[in-house]
């Protein structure tokens, strides 16, 4: 039976969180002397609210959960940080993920001095199940699992990454940074089944909203209340909170813009076919694509020479000769494709 009695550092049960002069209070109006904040220039001279319990609201019915089963942060990293802080020991505890995929849980675990260990996919990008389970010892307190993942594109099937939670005395991570754009369903409606279970979302890919900084924790009223404890008092700014009630006012925009970007998706691929230099496009459930090139480290260039920005992932395991491509609007794609032709043309497709 999972209890997080026996995960949590014990300095961090111990402790007192900061309590700020607003937690004993919950109304909007009123005199505040509290703070110490200057009574000019409303509304920015206020602290925000430090539990976004209007976010969490509209999210939750949005979502289907209750709001004290949300955490929000300065994006998802800031999550996957707290995570590792509350229940990985300095110094003798270890995180388990696959790899290759998203660089932050690494130095997450880096900053923390959690032991890192990778476990490889299988060479079609699926999960290694069992390998994950070995790995797990007993001074894993956390496995990550990105999906869909960063930055093979695929996502992972749910009984594989349920399969890990079971029996784990850790928490299984699940990172859905992606998961508006998969046609897979997220595994929230899970948390009940998997008192272990974490979900990541944010506010970055699909809300179009990577620029205000809020991502998602999504679990049990205990693990959420740890990450409450530990983290900054006021860690969500009023100006992201403002955007974020408005953008959850307006799923319908998110949901056409993923279908645009699932549109525009279709069209590349369907393009970059046509190219000799490609030598792979592989299965994508995300709003990128990773492509395997020949003359890769020479295209990488050439568009960089040309102010195309793509990501070189010819180096990370797995990934040998493969650019991450990010699905841009219809004019940033088409510019893209017709870099790619003109490097096409002028390369001696011979030479290699
Ligand atoms: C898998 C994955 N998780 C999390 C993030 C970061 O999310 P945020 O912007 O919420 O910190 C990224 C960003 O690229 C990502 O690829």
Request: proline share 4%; charged share 25%.
């Amino acid at each position: 039976m999972f209890d997080l009695k026996k995960i949590i550092r014990k300095n961090i049960d111990r402790m007192l969180p900061y309590s700020s002069a607003r937690d004993e209070y919950k109304g909007q109006e009123g005199v505040f002397l509290d703070a110490n904040e200057n009574p000019y220039n409303a509304p920015f001279n206020r602290y925000p609210d430090p539990l976004q319990t209007a976010i969490k609201e509209k999210l939750g019915k949005i979502k289907h959960i209750e709001p004290d089963q949300i955490f929000l942060g300065n994006g998802s990293d800031e999550a996957i940080d707290l995570l590792m802080r509350a229940f990985c020991e300095p110094g003798n505890d270890s995180v388990v993920s696959i790899s290759p995929s998203y660089g932050m849980y690494q130095v997450a675990a880096d900053t923390n001095d959690v032991n890192f260990i990778k476990v490889p996919l299988n060479s079609d990008f699926s999960l290694n199940v069992r390998a994950l389970k070995n790995a797990i010892s007993e001074t894993v307190k956390i496995v990550i699992i990105c999906s869909p993942n960063n930055p093979t594109s695929n996502c992972f099937y749910s009984e594989d990454i349920l399969d890990i939670a079971k029996g784990f005395d850790g928490l299984l991570v699940v990172d859905e940074a992606y998961i508006d754009f998969a046609p897979h369903k997220s595994l929230i409606s899970e948390l009940l089944d998997y008192p272990n279970l974490v979900i990541l979302q944010t506010f970055s890919k699909a809300w179009g909203l990577a620029g205000i900084r809020l991502g998602v924790a999504y679990a049990s009223k205990e693990i959420i209340s740890v990450l409450n404890k530990i983290k900054y008092p006021y860690n969500v700014n009023v100006l992201t909170q403002n955007i974020a009630l408005k953008a959850l006012d307006k799923l319908h925009e998110k949901e056409n813009w993923v279908k645009n970007i699932l549109f525009q998706k279709s069209i590349m691929v369907e393009k970059l076919k046509a190219f000799d230099i490609v030598d792979h496009i592989y299965p994508s459930d995300a709003n990128f694509l990773l492509v395997k090139f020949k003359f890769n480290n020479e295209l990488f260039k050439y568009l960089i020479d040309n102010q195309i920005v793509t990501r070189d992932r010819s180096k990370v395991s797995l990934c040998e000769g493969c650019i991450r491509i990010t699905i841009g609007n219809e004019s940033e794609n088409r510019i893209l494709i017709e870099a790619i032709s003109d490097f096409e043309s002028d390369i001696d497709l011979n030479k290699n």
